[in-house]
C-alpha cells in the first residue's frame, strides 16, 4: 500500500512502429546532428546531443511510438523501483493489455492509502498520454474507466520540464543527461534510444537495467531541485 503522500516517479520505454516511420527520423537525426565545437567534455556532447534528439523525438505525433515495452515506477523514498514489462504478462489478450492490467492494479493498490503525485521528466507531455493512448488502443475497458489519470492536474503531477525548475533553460528545460551534468550527478545508464535494439535482440534484462536507472536518476534530480 502506498503512504498517503505519496510521490512516484514513472518511466516509460517505447518500442518503435514497425513500418520504420521512428527509424527513419532517427536514421536522419544521425545524418545531419553535428555538436558545437564550444563542447569541449565527452558528457558536455552525449548531454546536447541527447537534447537535440528528445527536441526532434518531441516534434512526432504519438503514433510515431507503437506500443510501451514497459513501465517503470518508483516510490520516492522507497529505495528501490519496479518494472511492469510486456515480457512478464504473456496474457492471452496480449502481453500489452497484461502489463497495463498489472501496472493499473497495482496503482490501484496505492490510490486506497491515499493521495498520489506523479514525477518525472516530460510525464505531462508524453508519458501519461502514451499510457492512456495504448490503454483505448489494448482495449483496455478496465483501466480506461478505474485509471483515467484523475490527478493528472498541475498540482498533482511534478514535471521537471516545468519552467521554474530550470528557467534560464528554454520551454521543455534541459534533457536528463543536461540536468546530471547541471547538478553533478551521475547520469543514467543505457539510453532510450537503444531499446529499440535491446527489444528486437530479446535482451529485456537491459531494458529493466536502463528503466531502473532512469528512475533512480530522476529521483535524485527531484530531491536537487527540492521536490524531494
Known sequence: MGDPMSTIVLDIETIAPTDGRLAHVLARFERDYTCPKTHKKPEAQAAHKEAKLFAALDRLPL????????????????GHGRIFGQWDYPDSLGPEW??????????????????????GKGIKRFDLPLIRT????????????????????????????????????????????????????????????????????????????????????????LIAVGEG
Not at 107 to 117: A, H, K, L, P, R
Not at 190 to 218: M, Q
Request: charged fraction near 20%; hydrophobic fraction near 40%; include cysteine.
Open 98 to 119: 497484461g502489463m497495463l492490467d498489472a501496472f493499473t492494479q497495482w496503482v490501484n493498490e496505492q490510490e486506497e492509502s491515499g493521495c498520489i503525485t506523479w514525477a
Open 63 to 78: 503514433t510515431h511510438f507503437a506500443s510501451i515495452a514497459c513501465i517503470g515506477v518508483r516510490v520516492m523514498g522507497s
Open 134 to 221: 495504448r490503454m483505448i488502443a489494448a482495449g483496455y475497458q478496465r483501466a480506461q474507466r478505474q485509471f483515467a489519470f484523475k490527478r493528472y492536474d498541475v498540482d498533482s503531477v511534478i514535471d521537471l520540464e516545468d519552467p521554474h525548475h530550470f528557467p534560464a533553460l528554454g520551454v521543455k528545460g534541459p534533457s536528463v543527461a543536461e540536468m546530471c551534468v547541471l547538478l553533478g550527478i551521475d547520469p543514467p545508464t543505457g539510453h532510450g534510444s537503444e531499446v529499440a535494439g535491446w527489444w528486437t535482440a530479446g535482451d529485456y534484462a537491459s531494458i529493466v537495467r536502463h528503466c531502473l536507472s532512469d528512475l533512480e536518476v530522476e529521483e535524485q534530480i
